[in-house]
């Protein structure tokens, strides 16, 4: 039997560059976008051929669910861009994992394919991006001072130091507060990588366990589920990036009339 | 008891231990959206994809204990 390890194979080297056999598939799902892109940007026309209908099938249902999110049509179509290639990044990378072939064809000793997921760099690089993707819109949309009051609550504080014993009270709570916003800053990166890590590698042991139990029709159920998980887990992802960019981008609620 | 049997043992205890909230969580989940489709079938397509986000989010805490579980050595 043999159970996928946490970290990813090296297959080979490019100079001293080890190249995982994670980073093999992910340069496969990059690859299947730009094809598909390429062709659908050459076919693009206002009578839309039949691919073209069923992109905007697609595009239709995300923007449904991304305006439930944000609100409002305009924010939607700025973040459009990050979380929807997110979102078809993440569920095209993970259906690729259940191809036949992925941990069946090998180098050596090690598989030549491995869900892209499984990688916790990948995920812990997405999560980054997402993060401080989202900060730095909130930097540029609500203004540096704005942002940064978020997190170290000094000029609340200054504000409240004519209006009584009260208010400074208050804002002296509001800047601890302000600290476990910090805290919780990083665990959004922790939580967001290790949930879609989780997911994908812990189903790619099971399918492993199950085939090595018996190679034939017991592993079919569990690989319909993780095809339900691949497109649950993208949505998630996905979904909580938008949140975090929409969150970002809101001026902290009543802070002008902030009495 | 010698350093392989600890590690087994831990690795039992926080799979099963890990289990019970987030076993709890889902069965109240799916239980509760049951009911209100129960009441108000009409409501099942705009109930079930957001069931189905929570018991992703609940599922992701057995799925840190299990990632603990391959951390263990």
């Known amino acids: ?259 | 008891m010698d350093h392989e049997s600890v590690v087994t043992l831990a690795k039992g205890l926080t799979m099963a231990i890990g289990g019970i909230g987030p076993a709890l969580a889902i069965g109240r989940l799916v239980a509760k959206a049951m009911e209100a489709i129960g009441r108000n079938p009409e409501a099942t397509d705009k109930l079930f994809v957001p069931m189905l986000l929570g018991a992703a989010f609940a599922e992701a805490i057995a799925i840190y204990a299990l990632v603990v579980v391959f951390t263990l050595k």
Do not use: C
Not at chain 1, 86 to 113: A, D, E, H, K, R
């Open chain 1, 1 to 259: 039997m043999h159970i996928p390890t946490l970290a990813p194979e090296v297959i080979f080297h490019i100079g001293r560059f080890p190249v995982t056999n994670t980073m093999v598939n992910v340069w496969l799902a990059i690859v299947v976008f730009f094809i598909i892109g390429l062709i659908l940007r050459k076919r693009l026309a206002i009578k839309p051929g039949k691919m073209q209908n069923f992109m905007e099938y697609f595009l239709e249902i995300m923007l449904g669910y991304f305006d439930q999110v944000t609100g409002d049509r305009k924010k939607t179509m700025r973040f459009l861009p990050i979380a929807g290639s997110v979102f078809f990044f993440i569920l095209l990378s993970n259906w690729l994992g259940l191809l036949p072939g992925t941990g069946s064809i090998t180098i050596g000793q090690n598989m030549l394919l491995r869900p892209a997921n499984t990688d916790l760099n990948l995920t812990v690089a997405m999560a980054l991006v997402s993060v401080i993707g989202s900060h730095l819109y909130g930097l540029f949309t609500v203004g540096i001072f704005t942002h940064l009051n978020k997190f170290v609550q000094i000029g609340t504080l200054i504000k409240s130091l004519t209006k009584g014993p009260v208010a400074i009270f208050t804002a002296v709570v509001e800047m601890v507060v302000g600290v476990i916003e910090m805290i919780s800053e990083v665990a959004k990166v922790l939580s967001l990588s290790l949930r879609l890590f989780g997911n994908i590698f812990a189903g790619e042991v099971l399918i492993s366990v199950l085939s090595s139990l018996m190679g034939i029709i017991v592993p079919t159920p569990f690989m319909l589920l993780e095809l339900l998980v691949g497109l649950i887990q993208a949505g998630v992802f996905a979904m909580l990036t938008l949140v975090y960019l929409t969150v970002m981008t809101t001026a902290p609620h009543g802070s002008e009339e902030h009495r």
